[in-house]
Nanobody, 130 residues
Framework: QVQLVESGGGLVQAGGSLRLSCAAS????????MGWFRQAPGKAREFVAA????????YYADSVKGRFTISRDNAKNTVYLQMNSLKPEDTAVYYC???????????????????????WGQGTQVTVSS
């Protein structure tokens, strides 16, 4: 069983920054791509960013390109999301998730589909005030 635990959320003013972390249990973390998603009240969960197991491929939603950076440290079983120039519309619960296909490494829109992920964290709240 894989457990994913997000942290680093909080309240920040528009234009500010936050760094989210997602710590994974288990010994196979380094074999899987990881993704970040978010869900605002009354809206569907949406893709934010994904990173392949080796960090060779990184994929972003258009809405966060140039502002957010995803990275990972396989030695620490952790994936990060650095969020800069935050906007009120970034307010949401942020979730990390594990891509279901072990060893998958490509630049692909598959990363943006929630159905491609098999384990999810409990989420961390990010609130951006105007």
């Amino acid at each position: 069983q894989v457990q994913l635990v997000e942290s680093g959320g909080g309240l920040v003013q528009a234009g500010g920054s936050l760094r989210l972390s997602c710590a994974a249990s288990g010994r196979t973390f380094s074999s899987y791509a990881m993704g970040w998603f978010r869900q605002a009240p009354g809206k569907a969960r949406e893709f934010v960013a994904a990173i392949s197991w080796s960090s060779a491929y990184i994929y972003y939603a258009d809405s966060v390109k140039g502002r957010f950076t995803i990275s990972r440290d396989n030695a620490k079983n952790t994936v990060y999301l650095q969020m800069n120039s935050l906007k009120p519309e970034d307010t949401a619960v942020y979730y990390c998730a594990r891509f279901s296909k072990r060893g998958y490494s490509d630049y692909s829109a598959r990363y943006s589909y929630t159905s491609e992920y098999d384990y999810w964290g409990q989420g961390t709240q990010v609130t951006v005030s105007s």
